[in-house]
């Protein structure tokens, strides 16, 4: 039986890839997206007609409510929620500014609670799945450390939201590490190489590696699986 799923920032990337892992199990994926053009998501979605397409910013409260509203008079309900929509803005600590640290906080962390907080007017019974980051556990980088509280945050608001929504909705955390996104693979070969040698497994992740991770938790195969994070991560030296 086929599941409603609501994945954010879902127009490439890791979001990309969890969309279209449940996309080729025959589920009904709604694909959020803000500033990528719809005509661009028809075309990269165009052999999946289980793809619905919905535009939201999700640090905007009544976006929010409207996406859900839509989804609701579409579809009567919501099984999944996948909070992947994130930003970063990398840079020197002299460079950071308030208003670009409170523009992520507004993406990273204040979307998934609003989102979180909205589904149960379309949720009864489901699960959350929240994409964090390990650097929100013990990877940091001063260049990001804006980026890190936000993720580190989402962790907290996990357990929060997994004690709160149970028995009836499961709510849980992925970490990442590195992954082998169109942006990363722009990064330095240098210092991807350094990278690389702070994790066990040598290499940056796939999309789908974490993807695969995202529909397990998913699925009814970790139905006992509730607040809980997971690295997936390669492990780190």
Request: aromatic share 8%.
């Amino acid at each position: 039986m086929s599941k409603v799923i609501l994945v954010t920032g879902a127009s490439r990337g890791l979001g990309e890839a969890i969309a279209k892992k449940f996309l080729d199990n025959k589920n009904i994926v709604y694909i959020n997206y803000n500033k990528t053009s719809l005509k661009e998501l028809e075309e990269k979605y165009h052999e999946y007609k289980n793809a619905r397409f919905i535009k939201c910013d999700v640090s905007n409260e009544e976006e929010i409510k409207n996406m859900m509203s839509k989804i609701k008079e579409e579809e009567g309900h919501l099984d999944v929620l996948v909070n992947n929509a994130g930003i970063a803005m990398d840079s020197e600590l002299k460079d950071k500014t308030k208003e670009n640290f409170q523009k992520i906080l507004d993406v990273n962390l204040i979307g998934p609670f609003l989102t979180s907080k909205y589904v149960l007017d379309i949720m009864d019974k489901g699960s959350i799945i929240n994409i964090s980051s390990n650097t929100g556990i013990d990877a940091y980088y001063s260049y990001s450390l804006d980026y890190d509280a936000s993720k580190a945050g989402l962790i907290n608001l996990t357990h929060n939201f997994a004690s709160m929504y149970a028995p009836n909705i499961r709510v849980n955390c992925i970490a990442p590490g590195w992954i082998n996104t169109e942006m990363n693979k722009e990064l330095d070969k240098e210092y991807i190489k350094e990278e690389c040698e702070h994790i066990l497994l040598e290499r940056f992740a796939e999309p789908k590696e974490i993807a695969n991770v995202v529909f397990f938790l998913a699925s009814d195969e970790a139905s006992y699986i509730t607040d809980t994070i997971i690295r997936v991560d390669g492990g780190l030296k």
